[in-house]
């Protein structure tokens, strides 16, 4: 039986626009109070938060201590001054100056001073978003590859003279994702890895020199300025095999006259890292290192007036990152009162705390447990708050709690306390990897859920089933006040239904494994439904979502409550080799043919479907992009029988001839024999590199799979997508690929794309006639990346 007896009815626009329903911009724009995080004042345990309401939002100004709030201004007297309504003001942040707020408002170049007695108003210059702002004022930035510094005055003065391409100071690698938009829009390297000393007198400063690197050449066959022929665009990066890497040169510089000392070098391939360094308070700079392959990381402490490096600790691991997956902010915190770090590590088997003596290179744990510590919140005196999940047998081990523990005690786990016993999700946003080392130390703690005085935070409340309840919480957990309630009325309204989540068990019978199913509005049990996966498998982001948030629009979620109303129940799991997880679970594929562990996805989804029959395992379908591209590949390729359709975008297929800081922390550093990293000749590959290449596989193609890619795609080159379409060639074997002009890595959320998956499903799963040459009547979307 299928869904509505409706197996051979072609589709209609009316088909389209009940999936457009539930598009993810039309999900979010019918809830409100999704997630809050506050803005603490300067000093003090008050805050302002954005509170929505029915019809509009408010500002509100929050005591800590009593719950008490109020209006955070006049909203009557700005809205005059912004020509705005007051229930709907147009500002995305602002700080209070006296009895002025200063706005940054919506759609304008300039941030807005307003005076919240009478109105009055005037245009105040953003800071530069490229610039590194001192403690005195001063702000260092780059001009045409060399340092320069702006005085509170606005005068500038020349700190370096000796930059240039490709090897300036404090400039962002070459490979950062963005340097075909760059040249196209005439824009400036970003820039990168600034730290000033508290006195304001010098700064560590980075210098990369990418001169020997290889430039990939990129052909923009449809050039942005309107020229007929092709154009090329190189972007220079370390590439699987090269001996020569982007050499990175650290430097002491003194403001006041741009001399410089240079920091000495470290052991091996080892590197320091651009995000976090701690000036100490005798006469040293306290730095992360790491290699490209993130197979060793170390505690670095720096001598400022003679650049001497010492490696104070070092760890050896062949997937070591300093927090859990990538776009978060890394666990460690310098503890300046009796030079300690705060480390974090996989030693004990699970990802927990340490705290690492820097005088003597002497760790203790300490956390510890069968349990994952997520995102250190903040270090407060001798107490860190930290977000840990798996703590409570049989919960969501993904779900995140606050606790809070002590670092001075007899052995792990001294004081530790939950803070938020709820079974349910407290999400405490992360802070995005790099965006500290924008914002001073202090501008980022006041952006935090958590005060900066450790005795008040705000507690996000959800699941994927749970709309939030956010409250204010004392630092024992004990609520102060409830803020705000999501309204959700409006998804109700169309009958929008929330993901299931499960638990299953992977190909060794034994290994747990959670995901979420989505199911159409219209879904019935005594109906049988086409599977499809959304798979990711790779080692450093989490694909499923926990918050209500989440549900409606995480990362990989992008999109799936449309696919799922075109008739489908949509997998998405997270699976062996994925993180947040133990060690065991973290290597269960590591150098295994199977890498994305594409057995254990099948293996949950048969033994989800044991208890639901309604899930038609004999038509299931895959899709996915980037990583997943690569996993729906494989799962095409390594399980032909069970997986029959496939949809991969942005396919990193060729892990032995692509980007080495994309794919070494993948598959590990390659190994070409006696020891070797480095190639020999230009087409030599690693047998393991080799062993996982989709290419290798060819011949088991049996299904239908489309191939989607963007030419100018620069985190997975279009000639690993074209070597892997030649090997499909040469076996014989019939697929479909579908070009995309002009577009680099992030092309998804766009509706023609959007459509296109949800048509070769529609036709290769269910066996239906789409609607050709329809239009989404949508605007083009946007994943959420950091929650």
């Known amino acids: 039986m299928t869904p509505d007896n409706q197996a051979n009815r072609p589709l209609t626009p009316e088909d389209y626009e009940r999936a457009a329903q539930l598009w993810p911009g039309e999900l979010l724009s019918r809830a409100t109070n999704l997630l809050t995080v506050p803005t603490w004042l300067p000093g003090e345990d008050r805050f302002w938060f954005r509170h929505e309401r029915p019809v509009g939002h408010e500002f509100v100004l929050v005591d800590a201590a009593t719950g008490d709030r109020r209006p955070a201004f006049d909203h009557a007297v700005v809205a005059r001054a912004l020509d705005a309504d007051p229930a709907r003001l147009p500002i995305e942040s602002f700080e209070y100056d006296g009895d002025c707020i200063v706005a940054e ?342 952006h935090s859920c958590l005060a900066p005085s450790g005795k008040y935070f705000v507690d996000n409340i959800s699941r994927v089933d749970l709309p939030p309840v956010i409250r204010l919480r004392d630092a024992d957990g004990n609520t102060v006040a409830e803020l705000a309630r999501a309204d959700v009325s409006g998804l109700d309204e169309i009958g929008w239904t929330c993901p299931e989540t499960f638990c299953a068990k992977a190909a060794d019978g034994e290994t747990d494994v959670w995901g979420v199913l989505v199911k159409p509005r219209r879904f019935a049990e005594r109906d049988s439904w086409p599977v499809l996966e959304r798979i990711y498998g790779g080692h450093q982001v989490l694909a499923q979502p926990r918050s209500f948030l989440e549900g409606l629009n ?109 794919n070494e922390p993948h598959f590990g550093k390659p190994d070409y024999g006696d020891g070797r990293s480095a190639k020999r000749t230009p087409g030599e590959i690693s047998p393991y590199h080799a062993q996982v290449a989709p290419s290798a596989y060819a011949e088991r193609l049996s299904g239908r799979l489309a191939i989607v890619y963007g030419d100018l795609d620069e985190q997975v080159e279009p000639s690993g997508v074209l070597r892997f379409i030649g090997a499909l060639i040469d076996a014989g074997k019939d697929f479909d690929v579908l070009p995309l002009p002009g577009r680099n890595h992030h092309f998804t959320t766009e509706p023609y794309c959007q459509k296109r998956l949800w048509d070769y499903f529609v036709e290769h799963v269910q066996g239906r006639k789409p609607l050709r040459h329809h239009r989404l009547d949508v605007a083009p979307g946007e994943r959420l990346h950091v929650t």
């Open 105 to 446: 408002v919506e759609g304008r170049e300039t941030l807005v001073r307003i005076d919240t007695r009478d109105g009055s108003s005037a245009e105040v210059p953003k800071p530069d978003p490229n610039g590194f702002l001192g403690p005195t004022g001063e702000e260092l930035f780059v001009r045409d590859h060399n340092l320069w510094v702006r005085a509170e005055d606005g005068s500038e003065r020349q700190l370096t003279t000796d930059g240039e391409e490709y090897y300036g100071w404090a400039e962002a690698p070459d490979a950062s994702d963005d340097r075909i938009d760059r040249d196209r829009e005439g824009r400036p390297p970003g820039t990168i890895g600034c730290f000033w000393n508290p006195a304001g007198t010098h700064v560590l400063v980075p210098r990369v020199d990418e001169r020997a690197v290889t430039a990939y050449p990129f052909v923009e066959n449809i050039p942005d300025d309107g020229d007929v022929l092709p154009q090329v665009r190189y972007v220079r990066g370390k590439m699987t095999g090269d001996a020569e890497d982007s050499r990175w040169e650290w430097y002491v510089v003194a403001v006041a006259d741009g001399s410089r000392v240079r920091v000495g070098e470290l052991p091996g391939e080892l590197r320091v890292l651009p995000w976090h360094a701690w000036w100490t308070g005798h006469g040293t700079i306290v730095a992360l290192a790491s290699t490209t392959a993130q197979d060793c990381a170390a505690a670095v402490e720096i001598d400022a007036a003679t650049g001497e490096a010492r490696v104070g600790y070092l760890e050896h691991d062949h997937m070591f990152r300093f927090n859990n997956v990538w776009f978060h902010d890394d666990n460690v915190r310098y503890l300046p009162d009796r030079h300690e770090l705060l480390w974090f590590t996989f030693a004990s088997g699970w990802p927990h705390l340490w705290l690492i003596d820097l005088a003597s290179g002497k760790a203790r744990q300490v956390t510890d447990g069968e349990w994952v510590v997520q995102d250190v919140v903040r270090a407060v005196g001798r107490q860190v708050f930290f977000t840990a999940g798996g703590v409570v047998p049989g919960r969501n081990p993904y779900l995140r709690s606050l606790y809070r523990v002590e670092l001075d005690g007899d052995g792990p786990n001294a004081g530790l306390k939950c803070l938020t016993p709820e079974d349910a999700d407290h999400a405490f946003p992360a802070v995005p990897s790099g965006t500290v080392i924008r914002d001073s130390g202090e501008r980022a703690d006041r």
């Open 554 to 662: 995480g990362m990989f979620m992008f999109g799936l409550h449309s696919l799922a109303e075109m008739g489908f129940v949509v997998v998405l799991l997270d699976g062996p080799g994925t993180p947040i997880r133990s060690r065991a679970f973290r290597d269960l594929t590591w150098h295994e043919p199977d890498r994305f562990g594409i057995k254990h996805h099948r293996a949950a989804i048969e033994d989800a479907a044991r208890t639901r029959p309604w899930m038609d395992l004999s038509r299931v379908g895959v899709s996915g992009h980037s990583s997943g591209g690569y996993g729906t590949v494989m799962a095409m390729l390594l399980e032909p029988d069970f997986y029959a359709v496939g949809f991969a975008s942005a396919p990193a297929l060729d892990p032995g001839a692509s980007a080495a800081y994309v």
